[in-house]
């Protein structure tokens, strides 16, 4: 069975930094483009950032560009959300995705309901 768990949420201060993980499992990787997305109390889904297996291209959501940076390992079957620079307004749950699907990132991230998804982790950013 195929799942997605994710790991490295908590709570930091302001400025600092987290690396959030996403262990998938089946080789979703060779044959899904991946997200992740943030959900906090009140407010709607936000996708914070994807790639596309497609064109190769990457998308990040403005509220977060030049402080989070995807990657992901084929050895290892992860992917990974480096969150710098962190704000109260990051405050969240962090949760990734997998898209049956080739188009640009982007698009995917803003119109492609996922595959699959994981449970979830816990973000807090609060001094």
């Known amino acids: 069975q195929v799942q997605l768990v994710e790991s490295g949420g908590g709570l930091v201060q302001p400025g600092e930094s987290l690396r959030l993980s996403c262990k998938t499992s089946?080789?979703?990787?060779?044959?899904?483009?991946m997200g992740w997305f943030r959900q906090a109390p009140g407010k709607e889904r936000e996708g914070v950032s994807g790639?596309?297996?497609?064109?190769?291209?990457?998308y990040y959501a403005d509220s977060v560009k030049g402080r989070f940076a995807i990657s992901r390992d084929m050895e290892t079957d992860t992917v990974y959300l480096e969150m710098n620079s962190l704000k109260p307004e990051d405050t969240a749950l962090y949760y990734c995705?997998?898209?049956?699907?080739?188009?640009?990132?982007?698009?995917?991230?803003?119109?492609?309901?996922?595959?699959?998804r994981g449970q979830g982790t816990q973000v807090t950013v609060s001094s």
């Open positions: 995705a997998a898209f049956e699907s080739r188009l640009g990132a982007r698009e995917i991230m803003a119109t492609i309901e996922p595959r699959l």
């Open positions: 089946g080789n979703i990787l060779f044959y899904y483009s």
């Open positions: 790639y596309s297996i497609g064109d190769g291209s990457v």
